[in-house]
Every structure is written in structure tokens, then in C-alpha cells.
């Protein structure tokens, strides 16, 4: 039976460019389109690929710059043949454009009681349908950060889908109450949630399945074990950002050649582990308890040197 593939990217103006105090256009660049890689070059790699791939967008920055970057971005996500669904960093209620971030709201949206959290989510999902976008009908939080009280709000307000539970982030900031190692869909709090896929990378510590944490080998491993083990789903995470420097001033070759290896391993897996939209309303398996990948000590240490590359040459600002 195939697995269905959540490839998703969430995508977001950065709030280290704000505080840095950017100009809004640089801002925008290195955020949503960083060293020429962020994306709009992922965009076509995905169409090269014949992916599917969700793009989770906060329209929340719209509240201090206007909605106009974010109109931008989702028409480019729509027009390649993708699906935008919601994305919320709840900081940005509280921020002002002239202030270099001196001013924001708090950053987790776990902080928030049920009620706020609801108007916050029904204020993000209006500006994004006014940005462009349909009605979503899927959300992740900023940070992995929501909870049971997230999950009923989103229940309230007619979403389908939740992709926040991270058990690699639990329970902080990643409280639902899940088990961390919880990775295929299951009914709870009145949506299905979606959880990311994680791997076991030693004994008791596990890793989440983005494109910055995990090698090629070990995505491929994973994706092999998914296939073979015949799980409810795989959900992958990458951000609009990721395959930029954290500056955003230069291509990082670790995650540029990660996301292109991603890329084709899918597609050559496309019959056992098709990528699938949330609005596609795919068939879930809701009564599983699959297992994360087991751990491997050569290939998590191949991935611990390919790190330390990125981390100490390709991550340098240009």
C-alpha cells in the first residue's frame, strides 16, 4: 500500500532579518528568495521533479509591512501548481516596522488561552485568503508551538489538518498532547493531525525529518523504512529560507544538495511514496503507531561531519 508524502515548506518573512532592522524589500529577499535558492528556485525543482509540495505561509507580518510581500509569494506558489496553506508566528501582532524588533507579542503561541489562540488563527487565515490564497484547511505553527487548546480552536474554526505535533521539540514547544514518538495521523481534538516524521539518529534521541537535519543517506533511509514498513504517511520539513546561509547572502551547498537529492529520491519513489496536497483530502490511515527509522552510527555519523561542514564553511556570510 503506498505512503503518502507531505513535503512541506514553511515560509515566512524571518524575524532575525526585522531585528537586524532591514530594510522591508531585503528583508522580503532574504527571507522568501535568499541567494537564489529560496522559493521560487524551489518551486522549480519541484515542478522539474513532478512533486506535489505544501507551502505553510505567515501572513501575519502583513499586520506591520502590509500584505503586498505576501500576495507576492503566494501568487508564485499558486501560479507553479502548488497549494498555500496557514502558517502562524504569533509575535508579529505585537511588532512595529520602525523598531528593529524592540516591540512583539509573545513568541509561542502555546502562551496564549484557547480563545486567543482562536482569534489569532481566524486573523491569520482572513489575511492570507486576502493575500490570495484559498481557505486553508491545514495549519502549522511557528516553532511546532501549539498544544490541545490549538488544536480545538483549529477544530472550531473548520480546519481539517494539524502538522504541528514534533516529538524531537516535545513539550517544548511542541505540547500536544501526543507521544513524541507519535509520527502517523490520528484523530485528536477534533482534526487529524499530521505528525513530522522523525527518526531514532542514537538510542532514545530523536531527530525530525528537515532538510537541514538529516543527511541524504539518512532521508533516504527513512524513506526506504516508511515504503517498506508501509506507514500512514511521511511528513517532511523544509523552510522558504533553509537552503540560504542564515544571513541569507549565500547558497549553503550542504542543504541545496540535500534538497535536490530529496528531490529525485522522491520521484524515483513516486509509486510506494507519492508527494500529496492536504487539499487533496488523501485517504489516512488513522489507526497506526508507526515506528521512527532506527538508529545507525556510521550514517548518523557521516551526517554529524557533513554538519560541521555547514556549519563552519557554508554557512559564512558572503
Known amino acids: ?16 532579518h526585522h ?28 515542478a522539474a521533479h513532478g512533486l506535489k509540495a505544501t507551502f505553510f505561509v505567515d501572513p501575519m507580518p502583513a499586520r506591520v509591512f502590509g500584505i503586498e510581500p505576501i500576495r507576492r509569494v503566494i ?25 528593529a524588533g524592540a516591540s512583539h507579542a509573545s513568541f509561542e503561541l502555546i ?16 489575511l492570507l485568503v486576502e493575500a490570495g490564497a484559498p481557505v486553508p484547511v491545514a495549519f502549522r505553527a511557528g516553532s511546532y508551538s501549539a498544544n490541545d487548546a490549538t488544536l480545538a480552536a483549529l477544530a472550531e474554526l473548520g480546519f481539517a489538518y494539524d502538522s504541528s505535533h514534533n516529538g524531537s521539540e516535545h513539550p517544548w514547544p511542541s505540547a500536544i498532547g501526543l507521544p513524541p514518538r507519535r509520527i502517523a495521523p490520528v ?55 533553509e537552503l540560504a546561509n542564515r544571513a541569507g547572502t549565500r547558497a549553503n551547498g550542504v542543504h541545496v544538495r540535500r534538497f535536490v537529492a530529496l528531490c529525485e529520491m522522491l520521484a524515483a519513489r513516486r509509486e510506494s511514496l507519492p508527494t500529496v496536497h492536504f487539499a487533496d483530502r488523501p485517504a489516512l490511515r488513522l489507526d497506526r503507531d508507526d515506528a521512527p527509522l532506527s538508529p545507525d552510527l556510521l550514517r548518523t555519523t557521516r551526517r554529524r561531519v557533513e554538519q560541521l ?9 558572503a
Open 75 to 99: 501568487a508564485a506558489i499558486l501560479a507553479a501548481g502548488q497549494e498555500v496553506q496557514l502558517h502562524l508566528h504569533p509575535n508579529w501582532t505585537g511588532a512595529r516596522a520602525d523598531d
Open 187 to 241: 484523530a485528536h481534538q477534533g482534526v487529524i493531525e499530521v505528525p513530522v516524521t522523525l527518526i531514532e539518529d542514537r538510542p532514545g534521541h530523536l531527530r525530525h525529518f528537515q532538510i537541514c537535519a538529516l543527511s541524504a543517506g539518512e532521508m533516504a533511509a527513512a524513506l526506504d523504512h516508511a515504503a517498506a514498513q508501509e506507514h500512514a504517511a511521511v511528513t517532511i520539513v523544509s523552510h522558504g529560507f
Open 1 to 16: 500500500m503506498a505512503t503518502p508524502v507531505f513535503l512541506t515548506v514553511d515560509t515566512e518573512l524571518m524575524w532575525r
Open 19 to 46: 531585528a537586524a532592522g532591514l530594510p522591508l524589500d531585503e528583508m522580503a529577499r532574504r527571507s522568501l528568495e535568499p541567494a537564489g535558492v529560496g522559493v521560487g528556485w524551489q518551486l522549480e525543482q519541484l
Open 111 to 126: 502562551d496564549y488561552a484557547q480563545d486567543e489562540q482562536r482569534d489569532l488563527i481566524a486573523t491569520a487565515a482572513d
Open 309 to 317: 561542514w555547514s556549519n563552519w564553511v557554508e554557512e559564512r556570510a
